[in-house]
């Protein structure tokens, strides 16, 4: 028997959950349908490794999360209502530069200046300049990704109102690695400061990724910075589940939509893999992969064949990544005489020279990996995502999905020599990193990935790469933010403003079907 509501999503990862929050708010009957047999997508947590230890299946850190209202204002009630909670360690990142020495970002802007200081004094007053110059747009900027965007026309004008907007608008065209260049002076500091902005998977040389240096540092110490969800990075999904339930949600898991159902131009409902058919009243919010949707999901001729050009034409990020994670009887003990080791959210290393550091990039787009990984103890913050005394070690790289040599299904065939390689490689940098400190593992290479979550196609979590081409207004296509061509098929999604990481940026899909909807977010 087919069913019917007023809003059908497909896909209950994190930007599908928190749409459906806030249409739930507005008084809908919403249904969700997800393919695993639980919600989250790449914000989800669970016991991978042994009962009682936690870990995070993608995603463990939440950055611009912190700035959008649905955290910052609370204005779906997760904080006050469902218990969800932030933790903000006060030791964001260290960088440990393989000659063993170290460079932190603090939540506080005096204490990272303090430690850019032990490089460059120079650099150290240029952060402090760069960051009050940087505050001056970011604002509008990160403010904008809660919203849907203007289109880039548009925004271009908005920032050609005075010299210092002009020379943000400026950066926007310019690679990371350039703005950083005309900013600072010693390698180590370039090195770490892009370290940290290289994580929306793009190359930091890539030109039109500047504007990315604004949202990640220049958000860096707004607030308390960036934030660890107690309980894992799934708390968050859990605590929307919980919303959307109490809201009279339908949440359908171990569904796959396989089809979207298209009546005289307008999107009705879907199809799934067992042949029901889920109809909607008001609209359809896809989540998928725009690559997944067109043409495979939609009757033949519903799209203009120039829209489907410019969906061929989207491109994945420069890497995908390696992950895995380790259930541990004590915490790393480090060689190098740092004690931000022990205090930091996470720890991510660095070539010593900037030669190293570039061929590194350089190599992973070509299908060459190497071993540069972010380490997370997330237990060291909030032990009750381990037994009592017990830690979880969370480890993440770059890593090409089709490696040089036999591709992508060579994964299948190397991960666990990989994974230990990884292994190995922090044994080098520790005391205590033997098997008789290891009580499990868990691991997901870039193929294993994109199977838990086809959307994320070639192991690309961000959808699509954050290039300006297909970033802000033009992102995933210029004209299309979260509408498509079909009446009533929305989308939304990483693929979609703002783009990658844990943003509740399914707060802007709601927006725009609510606006299309003749109704106002802050109305409801």
């Not at 550091?357 to 381990?386: C, E, M, W």
């Not at 979260?482 to 783009?499: Q, S, V």
Request: charged content about 25%; proline content about 6%; hydrophobic content about 35%.
């Amino acid at each position: 028997m087919a069913e019917r509501h007023d809003i059908v999503i497909v896909g209950a990862g994190h930007n599908g959950l928190t749409a459906g929050c806030y249409l739930a708010k507005a008084g809908m009957d919403v249904c969700l349908i997800e393919k695993n047999d639980s919600v989250g997508g790449g914000v989800l947590s669970g016991e991978y490794i042994a009962p009682g230890f936690v870990t995070d299946h993608c995603s463990t850190i939440h950055v611009l999360a912190q700035l959008s209202p649905t955290i910052k204002d609370d204005d779906l009630g997760l904080k006050k209502d469902y218990g969800f909670e932030y933790i903000y360690p006060k030791v964001q990142m260290c960088i440990h530069f393989l000659d063993g020495t170290t460079l932190s970002i603090y939540n506080t802007l005096e204490e990272t200046c303090q430690e850019i200081a032990k490089y460059s004094e120079k650099d150290a007053q240029a952060y402090r300049k760069f960051q009050e110059w940087a505050a001056g747009g970011v604002g509008m900027i990160v403010q904008g990704f809660y919203a849907p965007p203007p289109s880039f026309g548009t925004f271009a004008g908005m920032m050609d109102s005075g010299p210092e907007m002009r020379e943000l608008l400026r950066a926007t065209m310019m690679s990371c690695e350039d703005v950083i260049d005309e900013w600072f002076e010693n390698d180590k500091v370039k090195i770490a400061l892009t370290r940290w902005i290289s994580e929306i998977m793009v190359d930091p040389s890539t030109k039109g990724t500047g504007i990315m240096v604004f949202v990640m540092l220049g958000t860096a110490h707004m607030g308390q910075g960036a934030g660890m969800p107690k309980g894992g990075s799934g708390s968050l999904s859990k605590a929307e589940e919980a919303y959307l339930k109490d809201h009279g949600a339908t949440i359908h898991l171990n569904s796959e939509a396989v089809r979207y159902i298209v009546e005289d131009g307008k999107c009705t409902g879907v199809i799934t893999k067992d042949g029901k058919e889920i109809y909607a009243d008001q609209a359809v919010i896809s989540g998928l992969h725009l690559k997944q949707v067109f043409p495979h999901m939609v009757p033949e001729g519903s799209v203009p064949e120039d829209f489907q050009k410019k969906v061929d034409r989207l491109k994945s990020s420069d890497f995908s990544c390696f992950q895995q994670s380790v259930a541990l009887h004590e915490p790393p003990k480090w060689i190098a005489d740092s004690p931000q080791l022990n205090e930091a959210f996470i720890v991510e290393f660095a070539p010593n020279t900037l030669d190293e550091y570039k061929q590194y990039f350089f190599n992973i787009k070509r299908g060459i990996p190497a071993h540069f990984p972010l380490i997370s103890v997330s237990t060291i913050h909030d032990p009750s995502r381990a037994p009592e005394g017990k830690h979880i070690m969370y480890f993440y790289e770059y890593a090409p999905y089709d490696l040089r040599d036999g591709g992508s299904e060579k994964w299948r065939e190397i991960k666990e020599d990989y994974a230990e390689e990884v292994m190995n490689f922090l044994r080098k940098y520790t005391t205590n990193m033997g098997p008789e400190n290891i009580i499990g593992k868990w691991s997901c290479s870039p193929v294993e990935l994109e199977e838990h979550d086809p959307a994320m196609v070639h192991g690309d979590f961000a959808q699509l790469g954050s290039f300006l081409e297909q970033n802000l207004g033009n992102r995933p296509i210029p004209g299309y933010n979260y509408t498509t061509p079909i009446d009533k098929l929305f989308i939304c999604g990483p693929g979609c403003h703002p783009g990658s990481g844990v943003s509740c940026g399914g707060r802007a899909a709601a927006m725009a079907v609510l606006e299309a909807l003749g109704k106002d977010i802050d109305d409801i």
